[in-house]
């Protein structure tokens, strides 16, 4: 299908298919892109997305099919081709040197290998330039490392613009963004538009899509099942496109809070490396009720989750588990408590990965009967136990003796929540508990926490995602470089007025104490 | 004191800085590979053969610099070993560093022996001889001790500049740097993670190796079983104790050889007759120990170190 | 090319790549024999004939096996927990230097009784010689690879301190050497008359305990969690740091009964030359069985085969014994390189 008529085709895809083991990932997809046109490629996780655009970029080989850019073959396989083509791409994980400036960054792979030298003044020149043009504003000798996540957006964006890309491919670029900051980035792209870039631009959020795009491409289960012009569409339709069905959105039924289960008052944790500690931290998890933190990522969430599970302690202000400060915090003194844990990272800190699901099960309750005595385990009732989480949280698995490795992300969450949840926690702790999953999984997930909440649990839920924050929790605070705003009943704040104060207005003036940054 | 006395000598300052040249070598071959990304326990081994083919290259009737290329050469190739195992292949860094350094050993233990069936002592050869640098070598201290060394140690220093403008001054630098940082940069900006990581490790093999000539070539002047004597190891720890900057790890490793110097001199002291000799010997191994500790909470260790990298992973 | 990944590899992958890479090591002793002027069908015939031809040749690799069946359970162990021990070499001289101090008459007790108690003091002097690096790592973050690493040259320069000093034999005649054990510390032979000491039973049943430590118990089952993924196990409550501690105590002893098992069961007493590298053969023996116990046992076998087999070999056919290196070290390389085939495909585009 081609962009609307008489605009000059600069990237056409034909037929593209690409297969990972038994998963069609992308099912002969074919698309153009017209000059000064956003496309916007929307689908949910797990739709193919990335993958295409990869492809696109040369990090994946196509199993079928072919790219052409301003008429040319794309030579497969090689993002050196794509850049050379005038492909720019700002990946979902910033590809980044924390250990360089952000003008090396730029500078790398742009002279050759062995040119001898780097060339950096006139490239100091062309950055600044283009930081003006396009609005990107970048202290080119700032470290990687210590920027905000923010700047290193704007440096991965330069880095593409620097080359002279003509076309730029970002993938999910307001994942990690405030509201303010995401007007700044579409303020970038309009201009970048204006000049004859040609935008794709992945998103699942409808908003934005409907904001910044001209054309809406729909993938689902890597086929694209729909193109429309955006003027043409609304949220709903495009929403039905996406998953195929209506979405329904989480219900909370109307419940009076109970008595706080957690709190904490006045808490500082120490920094650690690039990741804030909190700082005055002053909360309370309260029974029947679940707590929604939104912030930009970076700001703190780690430390928060880290104390609440049992990984971190304070260095001042106190901690208190109904009333009393706990004798002594790690994370079997958490699990003692009754918290529940679901981590932000499933594959990193909430599985083994060459465990068998049987031993992921046990993970945190090896140590306690009837799973072993004495030292020794009991591995009928690890795997009786196994067998029940798979059943009742419709774990799709080959069964309790496979390697959790081979399970989708979503199955491998299920497996995390059930092992949580089987525990009858008091408080739970959800880290990004929907991350990366499909909308079914999603669904079940969030169902689950909402009655965890209904029996009496107190929830946690950290979320970068402000809608789904917003859906979800009774009460919000807003974390920002490890402060704590006060908290917003349900219904009393809109997007923009979250997204002030995780832009960090609001918080008063800065909060000074010796002491609190170091360690 | 004795200890004084001894440090204020030209001959002992000359001794440190001929001690510190092969580990210099060596530690900014080890420095380039852990730069990319990829930790090389293979320099022990590799030293090894560096040795024994610089020396053997010699022995045989060919020229002191046609040595160290011989032995350049074949580090290179043990190198490339490693290189293909564990970049590509991304399989252990430890079990195959630690293979190829048996393998290594091994192989020049054989080719000793096969060579020199019968020898019971090593045969000798002419190494390199001190070049007094005209002017420079007539300054009080710091001549003798810096300026009438052997050619190869002039290299030494002069490598330890040149490392050092090209990993911060160059395209290639950065790219390295960058493969050791994050290998996906690397990636994005249409360069391949692959060769710089293995070109690194081939080219720091090769340094590994001409430090361990050095040993046969201008310090001892004949091979023998066990001569590297843990140097390898030793270097790894300058690595860390330099916090992965060439400038730093060499004034790491001119200090530790001024220790090992020192320790030669204090045996001969009144006080080498009450302690057993081997508490000398043990100095330079606790030394690097103590360097480790020191050092390990603050360097900033390349953050992809160790991390294999698989173009395109899932 | 990348790599991806096969979820069922099939039955030819998994046992076709490993005898492939027998055969690369067969391939690469060939060459060597070649290189060394001799024929290669009978260097290798000399060297299975010299491992495996006769009991005595048996024997002979049986009581080379056993210090490797040590040494290879003690790495096992480490690397199940990602702790890289490669100083066996100096638990080894740990426990050898224990043996001869409660051996040669400090300790009036019957045999029955004298030995457990020397291979327990032993095992804690292996773990304490490993817990020193460990504790550096927990502690200060100390990478242990160098430092287990140094402590070997730091041992043996001990050993050698005390072999010149506290520990010679006054009846040496100048060598550096320990004193001879008395009788009662001397561990027996299995079947007398046969040429094969208790020493070996002892390593088979330690392959047996590792083997049930690290399928039954909740150690074992730590252990693998910790060196799989360390910061899941952390964020399970699972204490990392003590269950590195645990299996140093429990590598460092294994190691430390290589060197009892040389002393008591074989040499009689301490020299400096008492381990050639048992410590390291120990990596190579362990990596090749996939960090098993019990194939630790069959791999221990296999090694100390090529060492054996090469040693008589090289006496006849003039091949420099060194091959049993070359071949050792390129088994290890050309297996894990197999392996990971086993369970990945190439993609060259």
């Given at each position: 299908?081609?962009?609307?008529?008489?605009?000059?085709?600069?990237?056409?895809?034909?037929?593209?298919?690409?297969?990972?083991?038994?998963?069609?990932?992308?099912?002969?997809?074919?698309?153009?892109?017209?000059?000064?046109?956003?496309?916007?490629?929307?689908?949910?996780?797990?739709?193919?997305?990335?993958?295409?655009?990869?492809?696109?970029?040369?990090?994946?080989?196509?199993?079928?099919?072919?790219?052409?850019?301003?008429?040319?073959?794309?030579?497969?396989?090689?993002?050196?081709?794509?850049?050379?083509?005038?492909?720019?791409?700002?990946?979902?994980?910033?590809?980044?040197?924390?250990?360089?400036?952000?003008?090396?960054?730029?500078?790398?792979?742009?002279?050759?290998?062995?040119?001898?030298?780097?060339?950096?003044?006139?490239?100091?020149?062309?950055?600044?330039?283009?930081?003006?043009?396009?609005?990107?504003?970048?202290?080119?000798?700032?470290?990687?490392?210590?920027?905000?996540?923010?700047?290193?957006?704007?440096?991965?964006?330069?880095?593409?613009?620097?080359?002279?890309?003509?076309?730029?491919?970002?993938?999910?670029?307001?994942?990690?963004?405030?509201?303010?900051?995401?007007?700044?980035?579409?303020?970038?792209?309009?201009?970048?538009?204006?000049?004859?870039?040609?935008?794709?631009?992945?998103?699942?959020?409808?908003?934005e899509v409907m904001e910044i795009s001209s054309r809406v491409l729909v993938l689902r289960h890597g086929r694209l099942v729909g193109e429309v012009a955006t003027a043409d569409t609304d949220r709903h339709r495009l929403a039905e496109m996406m998953v195929g069905a209506e979405i329904a959105a989480p219900r909370l039924s109307e419940r009076a809070p109970g008595p706080a289960l957690l709190t904490l008052s006045e808490v500082d944790t120490p920094r650690r490396g690039n990741a804030p500690g909190l700082r005055g931290v002053t909360l309370a998890l309260r029974a029947g009720q679940i707590t929604g933190l939104a912030g930009v990522s970076g700001n703190g969430q780690t430390a928060l989750a880290a104390l609440i599970g049992g990984l971190e302690t304070p260095v001042r202000g106190s901690m208190e588990l109904d009333g009393a400060p706990p004798a002594d915090w790690s994370p079997r003194a958490a699990l003692a408590a009754a918290i529940a844990r679901i981590p932000e990272d499933r594959h990193r800190t909430g599985t083994v990965a060459d465990f068998t699901l049987t031993e992921n099960a046990v993970l945190e309750s090896y140590a306690d009967a009837p799973f072993s005595r004495r030292g020794w385990m009991n591995w009928r009732a690890a795997e009786d136990f196994?067998?029940?989480?798979?059943?009742?949280?419709?774990?799709?698995?080959?069964?309790?003796?496979?390697?959790?490795?081979?399970?989708?992300?979503?199955?491998?969450?299920?497996?995390?929540?059930?092992?949580?949840?089987?525990?009858?926690?008091?408080?739970?702790?959800?880290?990004?508990?929907?991350?990366?999953?499909?909308?079914?999984?999603?669904?079940?997930?969030?169902?689950?926490?909402?009655?965890?909440?209904?029996?009496?649990?107190?929830?946690?839920?950290?979320?970068?995602?402000?809608?789904?924050?917003?859906?979800?929790?009774?009460?919000?605070?807003?974390?920002?470089?490890?402060?704590?705003?006060?908290?917003?009943?349900?219904?009393?704040?809109?997007?923009?007025?979250l997204g002030g104060w995780m832009a960090g207005h609001g918080f008063g003036p800065e909060y000074t104490r010796g002491g609190a940054d170091a360690a | 004191m004795d200890i004084l006395e001894i440090i204020l000598t030209a001959s002992f300052w000359a001794a440190a800085v001929r001690i510190a040249s092969p580990l210099i070598f060596a530690t900014l071959g080890e420095l380039i590979c852990e730069r990319a990304g990829v930790l090389n326990l293979g320099i022990e081994g590799i030293m090894v053969i560096g040795a024994f083919t610089g020396w053997m290259t010699v022995y045989l009737g060919f020229g002191l610099w046609t040595g160290v290329l011989v032995a350049m050469l074949a580090g290179m190739l043990f190198g490339l070993v490693h290189a293909t195992l564990t970049v590509p292949f991304g399989l252990s860094q430890h079990v195959v560093g630690l293979g190829v350094t048996l393998l290594a050993t091994a192989t020049a233990a054989f080719a000793y022996r096969l060579s020199l069936p019968e020898v019971t002592s090593p045969p000798k050869i002419v190494p390199f001889q001190p070049l007094p640098v005209p002017g420079l070598s007539e300054l009080p201290l710091i001549g003798p001790a810096f300026f009438a060394q052997t050619p190869l140690t002039y290299l030494a220093f002069v490598l330890i500049a040149v490392v050092s403008v090209v990993l911060y001054r160059t395209p290639l630098g950065l790219a390295l740097r960058a493969a050791g940082e994050n290998p996906a940069s690397v990636e994005a900006q249409g360069l391949s993670v692959t060769a710089m990581r293995m070109g690194a490790v081939i080219v720091g093999s090769g340094l590994m190796a001409i430090g361990g000539a050095f040993l046969t070539m201008s310090a001892f002047s004949s091979f023998f079983f066990e001569m590297v004597n843990g140097r390898g190891w030793i270097c790894i720890a300058l690595v860390v104790f330099g916090a992965w900057r060439p400038g730093k790890a060499a004034l790491g490793a001119l200090l530790f050889a001024a220790f090992d110097a020192l320790q030669v001199r204090l045996q001969q002291t009144p006080m080498g007759a009450y302690v057993p000799y081997q508490v000398f010997l043990m100095v330079p191994y606790i030394l690097s120990i103590l360097a480790l500790v020191l050092m390990s909470r603050r360097a900033e260790v390349p953050a992809a170190l160790m991390v294999p990298f698989n173009k395109g992973e899932r | 090319m990348r790599l991806e990944p096969i979820a069922n590899p099939s039955l030819v992958r998994r046992v076709g790549l490993p005898a492939a890479a027998l055969a690369l090591t067969v391939l690469m002793a060939s060459l060597l024999a070649l290189l060394a002027g001799a024929n290669p069908f009978a260097t290798l015939g000399l060297i299975v004939k010299g491992a495996a031809g006769s009991k005595f040749a048996l024997l002979e690799t049986l009581n080379r096996a056993t210090p490797l069946i040590f040494t290879g359970l003690a790495v096992a162990v480490a690397f199940r927990a990602k702790l890289w021990n490669i100083g066996a070499e100096a638990q080894l001289y740990a426990g050898a230097i224990v043996t001869v101090l409660l051996g040669t008459g400090a300790l009036p007790l019957p045999s029955a009784l004298l030995l457990p108690v020397i291979a327990l003091a032993a095992m804690v002097a292996g773990a304490l010689v490993l817990l020193g690096p460990v504790l550096l790592k927990t502690r200060a973050g100390?990478?242990?690879?160098?430092?287990?690493?140094?402590?070997?040259?730091?041992?043996?320069?001990?050993?050698?301190?005390?072999?010149?000093?506290?520990?010679?034999?006054?009846?040496?005649?100048?060598?550096?050497?320990?004193?001879?054990?008395?009788?009662?510390?001397?561990?027996?032979?299995?079947?007398?008359?046969?040429?094969?000491?208790?020493?070996?039973?002892?390593?088979?049943?330690?392959?047996?305990?590792?083997?049930?430590?690290?399928?039954?118990?909740?150690?074992?089952?730590?252990?693998?969690?910790?060196?799989?993924?360390?910061?899941?196990?952390?964020?399970?409550?699972?204490?990392?740091?003590?269950?590195?501690?645990?299996?140093?105590?429990?590598?460092?002893?294994?190691?430390?009964?290589?060197?009892?098992?040389?002393?008591?069961?074989?040499?009689?007493?301490?020299?400096?030359?008492?381990?050639?590298?048992?410590?390291?053969?120990?990596?190579?023996?362990?990596?090749?069985?996939?960090?098993?116990?019990?194939?630790?046992?069959?791999?221990?076998?296999?090694?100390?085969?090529?060492?054996?087999?090469?040693?008589?070999?090289?006496?006849?056919?003039?091949?420099?014994?060194?091959?049993?290196?070359?071949?050792?070290?390129?088994?290890?390389?050309?297996?894990?390189?197999?392996?990971?085939?086993?369970?990945?495909?190439?993609?060259?585009?």
């Open positions: 299908m081609a962009p609307e008529t008489g605009a000059e085709v600069v990237l056409r895809l034909d037929g593209i298919t690409k297969r990972f083991g038994p998963l069609l990932a992308n099912d002969a997809i074919s698309f153009g892109l017209g000059k000064g046109e956003v496309i916007a490629l929307l689908g949910e996780n797990g739709a193919g997305k990335t993958t295409l655009m990869n492809i696109l970029f040369g990090h994946y080989t196509a199993d079928e099919g072919t790219v052409e850019v301003f008429g040319r073959p794309l030579p497969p396989g090689h993002p050196r081709a794509a850049l050379a083509a005038g492909v720019g791409m700002v990946h979902q994980h910033f590809t980044l040197a924390d250990n360089m400036t952000a003008l090396e960054n730029i500078l790398l792979g742009t002279r050759p290998l062995l040119a001898p030298r780097l060339g950096a003044r006139a490239a100091r020149a062309k950055v600044a330039r283009l930081s003006r043009d396009f609005g990107l504003a970048v202290h080119p000798d700032a470290r990687v490392g210590a920027l905000s996540v923010g700047e290193r957006q704007r440096v991965e964006i330069l880095k593409a613009l620097y080359r002279d890309a003509r076309i730029l491919i970002l993938d999910e670029p307001t994942a990690v963004l405030t509201p303010q900051e995401t007007s700044a980035l579409f303020e970038t792209l309009r201009k970048a538009v204006a000049q004859g870039l040609s935008v794709i631009f992945i998103s699942h959020k409808l908003g196994a067998r029940r989480i798979i059943a009742t949280y419709d774990v799709r698995c080959p069964g309790p003796a496979a390697r959790i490795r081979l399970l989708s992300g979503g199955n491998m969450q299920k497996l995390i929540l059930g092992r949580a949840l089987e525990a009858e926690p008091r408080i739970i702790l959800a880290n990004q508990p929907v991350r990366g999953l499909d909308i079914g999984a999603v669904t079940f997930v969030q169902n689950r926490l909402i009655a965890a909440r209904d029996k009496g649990a107190a929830v946690l839920l950290i979320s970068e995602d402000l809608d789904e924050v917003m859906a979800l929790s009774d009460v919000i605070h807003v974390i920002y470089e490890g402060r704590l705003s006060p908290a917003f009943p349900r219904g009393t704040m809109t997007p923009a007025g | - | 100390v990478d242990e690879v160098v430092t287990t690493l140094l402590f070997n040259f730091i041992m043996l320069l001990f050993v050698s301190l005390l072999l010149e000093g506290p520990l010679k034999d006054p009846m040496g005649m100048g060598w550096p050497k320990s004193p001879a054990l008395e009788k009662a510390a001397r561990l027996p032979r299995i079947v007398e008359g046969l040429r094969l000491h208790w020493g070996f039973a002892l390593a088979i049943l330690s392959a047996l305990a590792v083997w049930v430590i690290q399928t039954r118990t909740t150690l074992g089952y730590e252990i693998r969690a910790v060196g799989l993924n360390a910061e899941a196990a952390r964020f399970a409550g699972i204490p990392v740091g003590r269950v590195m501690i645990k299996t140093a105590v429990l590598s460092g002893g294994l190691a430390a009964l290589a060197g009892f098992s040389e002393v008591a069961g074989l040499k009689g007493n301490l020299t400096l030359d008492l381990s050639p590298g048992f410590g390291y053969t120990g990596i190579i023996v362990a990596m090749l069985a996939l960090l098993n116990p019990l194939g630790v046992v069959l791999s221990a076998i296999f090694v100390a085969g090529v060492f054996v087999g090469a040693d008589s070999m090289s006496r006849a056919a003039g091949v420099p014994t060194y091959i049993a290196d070359i071949l050792t070290a390129t088994a290890l390389l050309t297996m894990v390189l197999a392996i990971r085939l086993t369970r990945t495909k190439i993609r060259w585009r």
